[in-house]
């Protein structure tokens, strides 16, 4: 996989930090959805665990190799367990002992907490402790999309380190050098400004799932289409997918009708806008989001998915 070049600048900074010897002890990289958090968090893994003694992080020495398999002795992920959302205390418990140990390798111990917005709140009150008192020559990487999710005690103890949203052109470039030709742009179009959330799937399924979605949600605003047998639909296949194509799609509407100044220029009571014309309920289009979101983190309990997505797709519909 090629280096995403909108990520140059954070890897420049880490770099020149850690040929200075002063890495901090733990860094929190805040990223756009699928734009890299991930990546540069088994980057910077390399950088610090590189045994090349120019130039790190290498990519050819045993210790970059190691990282890229994820079969260093030295470096620990953390992750929410199959199909759980949450990194439990159980997890942190392991994670700060093994941390004590020295390493193997005589040199750094790193840890990657991904996503660690995932992390409960007695998680994050025992990986509190770690960060407070770090042990010698020790890394934590977290990596999160959203913040403000973690306590401030955590956030005021990391390096920030920002990852944008690349730019359209500058995406589809990456995913044609990593993946090959493709519709990338409509690829993207679906999932959002995405970039490494897209070249892990495949480029023509997501587009029919998302002309199918976008086809569905238009019918739904003119005051057509089954919510009952719709959702029963989705519910089946691919719905956390299904979900972002329906996130997405109520962000675009809310970007278009708020303007480029940002400003809304006209706020009533409709149930919901029939064009770029129309009336802009804003509570509506918001709680439809909300709603959207609040669906996509309850995917891990046992719901009827069927109902819950009904209930949203229902109001989408407004009279003919």
Known sequence: MSNPSWISEPMATLAAAHQAD???????????????????AGWVAKLVLCRSATG??????????????????D???????????????????????????????????VAIITP?????????????????????RTLLVLVVTQP????????????????????????????????????WDAVLDTVGEAPMLAADVDPKAVVQVGLEVRRGLEEATSGGGDPVATAERWARADLPLRLRCIENWLTDRIRA?????????????????????GVLNTGHLFE?????????????????RGLALEAILRRFHRPA
């Open 22 to 40: 002063r890495m901090p002890h733990a860094l929190l990289i805040h990223e756009a959805p699928g734009s890299g958090g991930d990546w540069l």
């Open 56 to 73: 790190a992080p290498c990519s050819a020495c045993p210790g970059c190799h190691r990282v890229a398999s994820s079969q260093h002795p």
């Open 75 to 109: 470096l620990l992920v953390l992750q929410p367990i199959e199909d759980s959302r949450q990194i439990r205390i159980e997890q942190v418990r392991e994670l700060s002992q093994e941390l004590a140990l020295t390493a193997h390798q005589g040199a750094y111990k």
């Open 116 to 136: 660690a917005d995932t992390l409960n709140r007695f998680a994050a009150n025992a990986l509190l402790k770690t960060l407070e008192e770090p042990p010698p």
């Open 148 to 183: 403000s999710r973690l306590p401030a005690t955590i956030l005021s103890r990391c390096q920030r380190v920002r990852v944008k949203a690349p730019e359209r052109k500058e995406a589809v470039a990456w995913l044609q050098a990593t993946r090959g030709a493709g519709d």
């Open 257 to 277: 009708h708020c303007g480029s100044d940002g400003f809304f220029t006209k706020v009533g009571a409709a149930p919901y806008p029939a064009g770029r014309t």
């Open 288 to 304: 439809l989001v909300d709603g959207v979101r609040e669906l996509k983190s309850a995917l891990d309990t046992p719901i009827n």
